[in-house]
Antibody
Framework: QVQLQESGSGLVKPSQTLSLTCAVS??????????WSWIRQPPGKGLEWIGY???????YYNPSLKSRVTISVDTSKSQFSLRLFSVTAADTAVYYC????????????WGQGTMVTVSS | DIQMTQSPSSLSATVGDRVTITCRAS??????LNWYQQKPGKAPKVLIY???ILQSGVPSRFSGSASGTDFTLTISGLQPEDFATYYC?????????FGQGTKVEIK
């Protein structure tokens, strides 16, 4: 059974860089034709897709964040990572990593989420 | 971007009720609409994918249907564990987008 686990800094200062990693266990990140996404949820609000990466390293980002985000993958470590630059208080949220299918493309496996607060 | 509009934003219901939540896409998304359930402090869980296909392990009281750009999630016989927030999400095109959520509360 594939499981995802987020890790990283829970507190980031304004203008700095948010960095998170999602470890994939119980299965291969490289097989099955899956996409590997980051999704966030500000406190009390809805869900926002940040972007996804393929095992090949090709990444696709939400245009609303594209200028500030990088998603990378390390298949040898079975993990993928998020970097969000120049953060503000508006980036305070629970950040989830999730597996998306190709067909179907629903997010079928999620990490438990990690809260990131942007504050000085 | 494709906008997903859910209604209502919240509803109150009683155990045993039939509950319907609607999601409208701003343009065609074929059948590529997924429904998720989220409980407080937990990650979302997929219930229905591709409009009407029940995810493995999800109770059969959940069902989904589509008509053009309108999609419906129905819970037939609400159970205590169903009180949660429900989100729709389109997987037709990038960026992936979600509805704003529908909170189902106890009456």
């Amino acid at each position: 059974q594939v499981q995802l686990q987020e890790s990283g800094s829970g507190l980031v200062k304004p203008s700095q860089t948010l960095s998170l990693t999602c470890a994939v266990s119980g299965g291969s990140l490289s097989s099955g034709g899956y996409t590997w996404s980051w999704i966030r949820q500000p406190p009390g609000k809805g869900l926002e897709w940040i972007g996804y990466i393929l095992p090949s390293g090709s990444a696709y980002y939400n245009p609303s964040l594209k200028s500030r985000v990088t998603i990378s993958v390390d298949t040898s470590k079975s993990q993928f990572s998020l970097r969000l630059f120049s953060v503000t208080a508006a980036d305070t949220a629970v950040y989830y990593c999730a597996r998306g299918g190709n067909v179907p493309a629903a997010f079928d496996i999620w990490g438990q989420g990690t809260m990131v607060t942007v504050s000085s | 971007d494709i906008q997903m509009t859910q209604s209502p934003s919240s509803l109150s219901a009683t155990v045993g009720d039939r509950v319907t939540i609607t999601c409208r896409a701003s343009q065609t998304i074929s059948v590529y609409l997924n429904w998720y359930q989220q409980k407080p402090g937990k990650a979302p869980k997929v219930l229905i994918y591709d409009g009407s296909i029940l995810q493995s392990g999800v109770p059969s009281r959940f069902s989904g249907s589509a008509s053009g750009t309108d999609f419906t999630l129905t819970i037939s016989g609400l159970q205590p564990e169903d009180f949660a927030t429900y989100y729709c999400q389109q997987s037709y095109s990038l960026p992936r987008t979600f509805g704003q959520g529908t909170k189902v509360e106890i009456k």
